[in-house]
């Protein structure tokens, strides 16, 4: 099963991806958590990356769609894979439907996971994130077990540098221009299914569930 997630920044998209990779027992593959990984190692693609993240750009078409062709084409995504965060702009959508053709696959589902710009900046601001193993908690709605710390791998949890405000606000912008085109390409494509995503977690993930069987 291949399974694109589309939304917002903070819609929920990474939250749904991790929860689907596990039933489905495929691959999560998050550009965002690729990228802060890279951050967090100083490699070259890191640097680059930091420099348009932290300003709530998206970082050039250039570096991403690549790295992400690579990555889909390894063992273990046989199966199918749950991309998140990619594609991004209408490029990057036809760099995948390219690649995809090639192999004489495609997609079988894009899920956009609907929530209103006013829910996200809440959403963002109370946001933490392991940058080990890429677990999303919120203080209020989803606390981990141990304040700052990971449940799932026991590292530090930290606020995104991308998540100040003001940032959210370009982010949320960004995502209006260039991304949200994409809702259009799917539908055209056949495969576009959407979901209330202010409704509780859960509830999200059981409508996401009924979608793909
Ligand atoms: P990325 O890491 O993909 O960030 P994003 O799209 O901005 O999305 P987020 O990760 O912020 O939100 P999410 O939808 O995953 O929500 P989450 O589940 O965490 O990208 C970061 C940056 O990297 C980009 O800005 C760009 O610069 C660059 N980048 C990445 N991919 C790229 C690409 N393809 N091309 C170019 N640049 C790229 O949930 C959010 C919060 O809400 C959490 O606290 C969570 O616990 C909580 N929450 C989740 N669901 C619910 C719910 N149902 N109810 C209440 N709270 C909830
Ligand atoms: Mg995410």
Known sequence: MKIIMLGAPGAGKGTQAKQIAGK???PHISTGDIFRANIKNGTELGKKAKEYMDQGLLVP???TCDLVVDRI?????????????FPRTIPQAEALTNALNELGQKMDYAIDVDVPDENIVKRMSGRRACLECGATYHVVSIPPKKEGICDACGSELVLRDDDKPETVQKRLDVYHEQTQP???YY???GILKSVDGTQPMEDVFAEIVKILG
Not at 77 to 83: A, D, H, M, Q, R
């Open 24 to 26: 489905y027992s495929i």
């Open 61 to 63: 078409d250039e570096l």
């Open 73 to 85: 084409g390894q063992d273990d995504c046989k199966n199918g894979f749950v991309l998140d965060g």
């Open 182 to 184: 994409l809702i259009d």
């Open 187 to 189: 539908k055209k494509a």
